[in-house]
């Protein structure tokens, strides 16, 4: 489809922070080596010299969690400022940022099925960024 992706390796460089490396517990590697979640590798890099970090977390991480989603579920915002929200002072300004990056993502991620409530957000069951059929194997 002409589309650069990242799916069946687990690499992915992105220029934003070249000094700094991530630690990823064994299972969840394997989990992700077993169930790979394909992305647009161009998506990442317009999130990263347009939006930030926060952006890019959220874009990778959605269609791997929306994906398993199989009934609308509710996410408080303690769970996902506990999972994301290590920079943040409070949970208001957690949010501020979550919704900010969460928009930038929905032109690259059309198909994210999501809704914001008062304690959280929550997710519907939605299709990957790029669909099992777009990726070249």
Known sequence: SGRETWSRRLELVVPYRPKRQITVDPRFFAELKSH???????????????????????????PYRLRRVTVPTNVPWVELERQFGADFATTKNFRAAFMT??????????????????????????HSVILDRDVEK
Do not use: M
């Not at 991620?109 to 929550?122: D, I």
């Open 36 to 62: 790979p979640v394909p992305s647009d590798l161009g998506a990442v890099r317009n999130l990263a010299r347009f939006h930030g970090p926060f952006a890019i977390d959220l874009y990778v991480w959605l």
């Open 101 to 126: 990056a969460l928009k930038a993502i929905f032109p690259y991620y059309p198909q994210c099925r999501v809704e914001p409530y008062h304690g959280g957000l929550t997710l519907w069951p939605s």
